[in-house]
């Protein structure tokens, strides 16, 4: 598939292409950015990065020989990454972005280049890649080194679904490790895709779970027997912000044809879990609203530097590799999910309290059996922690490279705990489903909607009703597999 030259979050919304290319258009821009680039370097004049040392030591001059080796050195010295492995789709993600990135033909590398990174994409080498080692402001240098090291024929990569030194796995597949030339490896290290990658991945999970959250929330409400009287459109219209509307139209068609949501009610107002599901998700879906937005932009940009601007006749030391604009969106990101799994836990909190008809902890024979009452603890456990998780990166700071990098954006660890929010989220969602299932099977004979009754149908394959205490975490296990890998369709 060739990239398209604008991509969007849609692209990418079926899944990774298996293949990529890139336009002949784009590469003939790519090479006239090389020629510009080299006819410069025979000017005698002095470059960052290019023919100059990196960070702090710009100052230091390298000779017109070594410009290679210096390229090189600066992939080696700063592949300095620690924890957990990156999870190769992301990792193939960041090819992915890296090449399009570098594809705007303003980085000043030689087509050949391009065209490994598009070989390792293509044929399924994937880099070993670590979470930790950026601070999100001169890019993310310490990840993309890792993802750039096989270039040279270093570091480690998945090849063929094994792990195997990087080496190897281009003498498998037919390459010989590449040398670098002058620029090539700031181009590499300079820019955001670590960042960008781990955004894109769950801005589109997150898509996923607003509409579980509308689906499940509304199947929670008719299993608490709530009124549907807060979802109808007169009060909408009256704040009109666009997940709130969106939201309160979605549960409306998630309980339509509904016997219990018909049933006459005894109370007059339902607690806030319930009635204001349209305020509190329509905000996280407004929110992740902007993210996708700056997201866009980002992952069309070019983020490195220096910027070779050969249509202005220019090499431009600037500032994009900053990522203060996804730090902060990606802790908004985290919060809006946060909230989808807070008021979530507070729904599942009334389902097992023993309120409207329903037994206690939805044991069929409390005292005896606690049901569900275990459940609920770990929801609320998870939900503390993205509490914790959701403290902002974006606002701190650190001072590095001898006080050349004076202010940095913490966004790669405010990407990397927006994932693990995510995964929470995940969980406390498949855990008010499986409550939500157990209330609504203990109305029977009523019913609920159609649509509800079918997702209640589709976790009824694997996760049958409790009549007695059994181990729970595989039924979460695979509750939270159904809101992880399927939507809510009807």
């Given amino acids: 598939m060739q990239l398209p030259a604008h991509l969007t979050l849609s692209f990418f919304q079926e899944g990774l292409p298996a293949e990529i290319s890139v336009s002949p258009e784009a590469l003939q821009k790519v090479t006239e950015n090389r020629a510009f680039l080299e006819d410069l370097l025979q000017s005698g004049n ?23 080796q210096l390229q090189e050195n600066l ?17 193939r993600l960041m090819l992915l972005l890296k090449v399009h990135g570098l594809s705007q033909g303003y980085s000043g590398i030689r087509v050949a280049l391009l065209h490994r990174l598009l070989d390792f994409y293509n044929l399924g080498i994937t880099p070993v890649v670590f979470e930790q080692g950026s ?7 310490a990840p993309l080194a890792h993802l750039c090291l096989p270039i040279l024929g270093k570091g480690m990569v998945w090849y063929q679904g094994e792990k195997m030194e990087a080496a190897r796995a281009l003498e498998h597949a037919g390459l010989q490790p590449m040398p670098l030339s002058a620029k090539e490896g700031l181009a590499l290290l300079n820019g955001t895709q670590f960042m960008t990658a781990y955004l894109t991945h769950s801005l589109l999970a997150a898509r996923r779970l607003t509409q579980w959250a509308d689906a499940i929330g509304a199947l929670s409400a008719d299993a608490f ?30 309980l339509q044809g509904s016997e219990l949501i018909a049933q006459p009610k005894e109370q007059v107002q339902d607690p806030y879990s319930f009635r204001c599901m ?10 992740l609203a902007a993210c996708e937005k700056a997201l866009e932009i980002e992952i069309n940009s070019v983020t490195d530097n220096p910027i070779v601007l050969h249509d202005e006749g220019a090499i431009v030391s600037g500032g994009n590799f900053h990522g203060q604009t996804l730090a902060i969106h990606a802790d908004l990101a985290a919060i809006a999910l946060a909230e989808l799994a807070n008021i979530s836990e507070r729904r599942n909190y009334l389902l097992v309290s023993g309120q409207r008809g329903l037994k206690p902890f939805l044991a069929p024979e409390p005292g005896l059996n606690s049901g569900f009452m275990i459940s609920q603890y770990a929801a609320a456990a998870i939900v503390s922690q993205n509490k914790q998780l959701c403290t902002p990166a974006s606002v701190d700071s650190i001072v590095s490279s001898n006080g050349q990098e004076d202010h940095v954006s913490m966004g790669a660890n405010a990407a990397t705990k927006l994932l693990r929010v995510l995964r929470n989220v ?51 296990v695979r509750a939270t597999q159904l809101v992880t890998n399927e939507m809510p369709s009807a």
Wanted: hydrophobic residues 40%.
């Fill in 46 to 68: 002095t470059y960052y990065g290019i023919n100059t040392g990196f960070g702090s030591l710009c100052n230091v001059r390298v000779a017109p020989d070594e410009l290679s």
């Fill in 75 to 91: 992939v080696m010295s700063h592949a300095c990454g620690m924890g957990a492995e990156v999870p190769p789709e992301i990792v």
């Fill in 135 to 141: 601070l999100g402001a001169s890019g993310d240098l």
């Fill in 225 to 254: 027997l709530a009124k549907d009287e807060p979802f109808r459109p007169a009060i909408h219209r009256l704040r009109p912000h666009p997940g709130q509307i969106d939201t309160a139209e979605k549960i409306l068609l998630w």
């Fill in 278 to 287: 349209p305020q509190v998700h329509g905000t996280s879906k407004d929110a």
């Fill in 426 to 476: 995940e969980s406390v969602l498949g855990i008010e489903l499986l409550t939500a299932a157990q209330a609504l099977d203990m109305r029977r004979p009523s019913k609920s909607s159609p649509a509800l009754e079918n997702i209640v149908s589709r976790l009824r394959h694997s996760v049958s009703f409790m009549e007695k205490d059994r181990v729970l975490h595989a039924d979460m």
